[in-house]
């Protein structure tokens, strides 16, 4: 279990679209979090970072290591939750439109935060853009 109030981040490696686009939004989904679901959207941005105050997320900022097409590129998504996340939790990063990383059931990730509720791999859509985690 996460803790009330515990700050959680994640990051995890995409490769960018082989041409620009502006910044899409993203959004943050959590599962069986007591009381069904929590969503939350980050706005599109110009800049790398993008920063959200809503119900059910204390804060969440969402970042990128590069802007440049064709690249390797880290994305970060950190969040606090105002109740416990349980095991079993699942949480939806979605929006991550037009990467080129393949499907990949296994796709490793960081969880820099403790503690590591997530191990170290999520489920990744290509089509969507999409990378869900879930805590044991």
């Known amino acids: 279990d996460l803790a009330q109030g515990r700050e959680l ?4 490696e995409v490769v960018n679209g082989m041409s620009s686009q502006l910044g ?3 959004n943050v989904r959590v599962q069986d979090w007591g009381r069904g679901y929590a969503n939350a959207t980050l706005p599109a941005s110009s800049g790398n970072t993008q920063i959200l105050l809503l119900a059910g997320f204390g804060i ?11 690249a390797v590129n880290t994305i970060t998504v950190e969040f606090e939750g105002d109740v416990a996340l349980p095991a079993s939790s699942k949480v939806t990063i979605s929006g991550l439109l037009n990467a080129q990383t393949l499907d990949n059931s296994a796709l490793p990730v960081t969880v ?3 503690p590591n509720i997530f191990g170290s791999s999520g489920a990744w859509t290509r089509a969507t853009g999409t990378l869900i985690l879930t805590s044991s």
């Open 9 to 12: 981040v994640v990051s995890f």
């Open 24 to 26: 899409p939004e993203i």
């Open 60 to 70: 969440a900022n969402c970042g990128q290591t590069t802007v440049f097409p064709n």
């Open 112 to 114: 820099a935060s403790a």
